[in-house]
Structures are given as C-alpha cells and as structure tokens.
C-alpha cells in the first residue's frame, strides 16, 4: 500500500525539532523545508503526530499536485477530485491558498476558482453542495501554488495544533504555545530540572513545561480535524488516544515556577493553569523580575520580554534592561538564562554577552532567542 504523504507546518525556525518528533511517530522519507516538513506515513502516524506534537501548526494530507498555468487550469484539478469520498455535504468547509512565487494576480480569485470547483463536484456526485465558512469549518482545504505547481492538501489538524484546549485567558500578545515548547526544547531544559519565568504573562512557557513534565500529549483535550473525514479509522485512533493517556503521570510539583511584576498576569497564568488541571506542578508568584530570587543554585531561566511593538514602550524597557543585567549577575549564577526578543539591543542594554543567538519568528516578527549562560563575574564585559 502507497503511504499517504503528508506537509507539517510550523514556526520558521523551529523545523529541526519538528523533523525529530515526526521521526519519534515513526514518519518515514522526512524532509524539512522553511516553515515545515514533509513526510510519509499511514493514517496511524497521522494521528500520532497530531496528538503528540508540541511543534506542528497544522498537519496537512496531499491529495493532489500537479502542473497549472492559470486559474481555469486550479478550477480542472479541483474538479477532477472527487472530495465527496472524503467529507460529506454536511460539513461545512473552507479553501485557504497559499502562494509562493505564484505568477497569478489575484490569490483570492484563485480561492474562489477551487471553492466553486468543490461545490460543483458535491452537485454532480450527491445532488447538493456544502456550505463555506471561514471561521470555524469542520473542514479546511489548502492549497499551495509555487511558480508552475500546485498542490491541494486537506487539514488534518482542524484548530490550530497550538490550541491545546487548556489557556481560556490571555494578556496581550500571548506567545503561541507551539513556539513556547520549541523554545524549552532549545534551551536544554530537562525533567527534574528547576525551570522559571519571572515574566510569566499568561502562563504559556508554564503549561507547556508542565505537561512535558508529566509526560501529557499536547492534544489530549482536544478534536482534531481528521475525526470528521469519511476514511477516519476510529479504532486505529481510540487506541493511540488510550496509549497516551496512560503515559500520564500523577500530578505532583515538577519544580516550575513562574512569577510576574503584573498580578492580573499572575491571576490569569494561575486561572489558565486551574483550567487545565495543571496549578499543582507549579509555584506561582507576585514579585518583579529584577527582585525575583532563584529557587535553587542552578536551573534554566527562559522568558519573553514585553517588546516595544506590543506592549511597554521603548523607554521603560530600555531602563528596565540594565537592572535585569544587573540582577542576573548578583543572583543567578549557576542559571542558564534565555530571553526571546525582537529586540537586538537587549544583551547589551544588559551588559551580558549571549553565547547563542537563534533566529526565531513569533508569527510574523523576526525575534533572537538569547542565551546567556551566567557564569559568576564572567559575563562583564
């Protein structure tokens, strides 16, 4: 039997460790390109990788590609498909269309073309066609169209892979999850090992290291898309889903802690913990980053400062910087520190030199992952 192929989308940056844990589900001919990676697999690996990936955005299945010219030739492939094997006419869908190279002027026109291409297939094999909607479908058709090629997928993932289902509150600009876990994973962070964020906000590095910590599969709360197409094989699935379950550890404190100088953040890091029964494999408190103390000799220290695009300005954070600096000196050697920023001054306005820089993308800005390691009085410059 030919394996399905597959496209799983991601942060840009954080391919690799997506390609790791495609291979961790046993996903086979596995190549990582910007923003994602492809593989091979059958549908039990599909559903896997959807319950088990902390990375993925979406996890896609190819069900055509081929060579186009114009939209009449999107309209003919569309068309040739017969999707109502997949889904039926009851669900409601959508068509999202990516372009990258793409010579066609209107990629909202091409969206068009393949939507109307879907309903008329619906209408010529089942005598009635299925409703759009653009906000919640029960299922999402993709398409990407590169300089001479297209090729159509459908979602297996539904929601975003980054809504686990577990933060109900956010403060501003909240950090997707999926970044935040990617995050943890380059920062070295281990089980067993303290963990802090002193600028917590709604708590997402805190639920992500949480459920690490207790070995819990990202998607264990939640529905995923491939649950409503015609081939969903549901035994296949509630066996996956019981093996996950199973891993889960009891709930105890797995030396996590997260504090924050706002307590509206505190509140809602703590609420959205509560939520999603997380609150006891945390501390949680009220106390600004420059007097927070570390909680033991050594550990790693990870957060995501108020940028000036979103929410501070730029002249509190510039004041702000060199008394983090400062505090990190006298408080925190022994502590690898990691500090995700668009900011490119941050280690300098903190007199700290970082031993790595890695380009991220927290949706569309372009951030540094910071690492500095605070070795006692070696960090001055």
């Given amino acids: 039997m030919i394996p ?39 549908w039990a690996i ?12 979406r996890i896609l299945w190819q069900v055509a590609r081929g ?29 999202k269309v990516t372009g990258v190279k793409c010579p066609l002027k209107s990629l909202e026109f091409a969206t068009l073309k393949i939507k109307d291409a879907v309903c008329d297939k619906f209408r010529l094999v089942v005598g009635a066609r299925p409703y759009i909607d653009t906000k919640t479908p029960a299922v999402r058709i993709h398409a990407y169209l590169a300089a001479d090629e297209y090729q159509y997928y459908l979602d297996t993932s539904g929601a975003a892979l980054y809504q686990r289902g577990n933060r109900g509150a956010s403060i501003e600009a909240p950090l997707r999850e999926n970044l ?12 067993g090992q303290p963990l802090l964020d002193p ?23 939640r529905s995923f898309g491939f649950e409503v197409l015609k081939n969903f094989e549901s035994h296949v699935w509630t066996k996956i889903k019981s093996q996950a379950a199973a891993k889960v550890k009891p709930i105890t404190f797995q030396k996590i802690y997260g504090s924050d100088v706002d307590l509206r953040a505190v509140r809602i890091s703590k609420q959205n913990l509560e939520d999603a029964g997380l ?19 050594s550990g790693v220290l990870i957060a995501n400062p108020p940028y000036g695009v979103r929410i ?30 668009n900011d490119l001054t941050m280690p300098k306005l903190m007199r700290l030199t970082p031993s790595k820089r890695t380009p991220l993308y927290n949706g569309p800005l372009e951030c540094r992952l910071f690492e500095i390691k605070m070795v006692a009085g070696s960090n001055r410059k």
């Fill in 180 to 191: 935040a876990a990617g995050i943890l994973k380059l920062s070295g962070w281990q089980v």
């Fill in 199 to 221: 600028m917590c906000g709604s708590g997402t590095f805190l639920l992500e290291a949480a459920m690490v910590a207790l070995d819990m599969a990202p998607g264990y709360k």
């Fill in 279 to 297: 609150f006891a494999a945390v501390q949680l408190s009220h106390v600004d980053i420059v007097n927070a103390v570390p909680p033991a000799d």
């Fill in 312 to 341: 501070g300005d730029d002249d509190s954070l510039q004041l702000l910087y060199p008394k983090i600096g400062e505090a990190l000196k006298r408080k925190f050697a022994g502590w690898n520190t990691y500090f995700l920023t």
């Fill in 46 to 57: 599909c559903y896997a990788a959807n319950l088990h990936s902390r990375i993925a955005t």
């Fill in 67 to 95: 060579k186009y010219m114009n939209e009449e030739d999107l309209f003919d492939a569309a068309y040739k498909i017969n999707w109502p094997q997949w889904f039926d006419v009851k669900n409601d869908f959508m068509v």
């Fill in 4 to 42: 399905n192929r597959y496209f799983a989308t991601c942060p840009r940056g954080l391919e690799q460790l997506l390609a790791d844990e495609l291979l961790a589900v046993g996903a086979k001919s596995i190549k990582a390109t910007d923003g994602g990676v492809s593989f091979d697999g059958d």
